[in-house]
């Protein structure tokens, strides 16, 4: 009796644990999902800057060569070999305790009989504490930055690769981008530029609640088509639709500029908030999210176009 109710108290802890670990994968459901992915080009490895930190736009830098910086070595994800290896541990020890409890193999407990020992108790419980402390680790080097190749984001090989680029800024120089950008397009506006940015947004959100990017594939990348495809496609298999209502942006603002290998490419800060919520399509019951909480979310949407006065294609999406 004193045997069962012990192994009881260890696979309570390890259901524990398993929800932990969910609770920490369960992300937003909008377009995107609350990732971050896609491509920014030579700079898909470094975090988008933020407009806050800008120089004034009144300050027109000249034109200077690119010179390559090192890139962001992007970290390995680990969590699933450290889950499965701690996991491997931990099945290995209560299927060792249950045969002995059973009376095929003598106790490591010393003193307590042929059933659960002191030692394997202690030993389970470490290897419980460490993986939670594994999975914390994790979750708080996550919220700080979201490595996007270890999020299935940037499709882009993991090496450094050459950079084609005269004009890059990697300093940041927003107003310097933006005069390289007009060099090769006069008219180009900035206001008309987020004005554009606000339409999209919205109509990429409109053809995610649809399930049907038909409306919207000329305004993404084939990185990005293919993407959001592959969610849609697994919303439709499980019978799932995403709603978002109450869709309110509260700014849109450009925050980095540049050129390289014959292409513009604009980031824009998006600040906005909506009702965010996944239902059933039989039972049409909320499965994941709330109709009453609203979600607010600040995230980087990176567009590109060939060099000069062509249309605007979504090529990356990143977290704040």
Known sequence: MKSRSLLVVIFSLLALLASTTLVAVN????????????SRGSRSYSRPVSPYSQPSQNQQ????????????????????????????????????????????????????????????IILVGGIIYLVYRMMRRRRDEGATYQNPSAMGGYS????????????????????????????????????????????????IQGAWMNRDLSSVNALLTPEMRRIFQEDIDRLLREHRVNRLENIAVRTVEVSEAWQESGQDYVTALIYANLLDY?????????????????????????????????PWQLSGIDQK
């Open 278 to 310: 996944t239902t059933d399509d039989t039972s049409g019951q909320v499965v994941e999210g709330s109709k009453t909480e609203p979600v607010k979310f600040e995230e980087f949407w990176t567009f590109t176009r060939p060099v000069g006065n062509n």
């Open 27 to 38: 992300a937003e459901a909008r377009a995107g999902g609350g990732r971050s992915f896609g």
């Open 61 to 120: 830098a000249a034109p200077q060569p690119f010179s390559p910086s090192p890139y962001q070595t992007p970290q390995p994800a680990g969590g699933g070999f450290l889950r499965n290896m701690a996991g491997g541990l931990v099945g290995g020890m209560l299927g060792g305790m249950l045969f002995r409890s059973l009376g095929f193999g003598g106790g490591m407990g010393g003193g307590f009989g042929g059933g659960i020992g002191l030692f394997e």
């Open 156 to 203: 882009g090989p993991e090496a450094s690769r050459p950079i084609q680029s005269a004009y890059a800024d990697t300093a940041g120089d927003l107003a310097a981008g933006l005069s390289h950008i007009r060099q090769m397009d006069p008219g180009f506006d900035e206001q008309r530029f987020t004005d554009g940015v606000m339409d999209i947004f919205f109509k």
